[in-house]
């Protein structure tokens, strides 16, 4: 089992690098880089094909994480990397909730809410 482990490693590393080509040229030839219908062909193809002993939706759901995952390989910007901005800005962004709380405007604010708090000790 080891042995096929390293396999499916090497190869999904192997598609890691067609896919980052293919995306540089999608990018060059002004293509987007998620394309449903081919990503409905592959499904497809592996349904056709499989003969078990996984269930075909198995499979097909380990591929949509390998097309998730390649699509995420093709982002120029590294959005994965870091979500938020740190950068200083003119003004501030200020939310109004219910007219009569602020937010944004540089004093602290506590968010609490069910999901955020599971009991009186937390807060």
């Keep these: 089992v080891d042995e096929i482990n ?3 490693v090497e190869l999904l590393n192997e598609r890691g690098k067609v896919v980052q080509e293919i995306g ?10 998620f394309d449903p219908v081919r990503e409905r062909e592959v499904l497809d193809m592996i349904a ?16 949509k ?12 910007d590294h959005r994965k990397a870091l979500l938020v901005s740190r950068k200083k800005k003119p003004d ?4 109004r909730v219910k007219n009569d709380i602020v937010l944004g ?10 999901c955020a708090v599971e ?4 807060v």
């Design 92 to 95: 501030n962004t200020i939310v």
């Design 6 to 8: 390293l396999k499916i």
């Design 65 to 76: 994480t390998i097309f998730q995952a390649s699509l995420e390989l093709q982002e120029d």
């Design 48 to 63: 056709n094909v499989n003969e078990g002993p996984f269930e075909t939706s198995t499979l097909q759901h380990i591929f």
């Design 24 to 33: 540089q040229q999608k990018i060059k030839h002004g293509i987007k880089r």
């Design 119 to 122: 009991s009186y000790e937390q």
């Design 105 to 114: 405007d540089g004093s602290q604010s506590f968010i609490m809410g069910p």
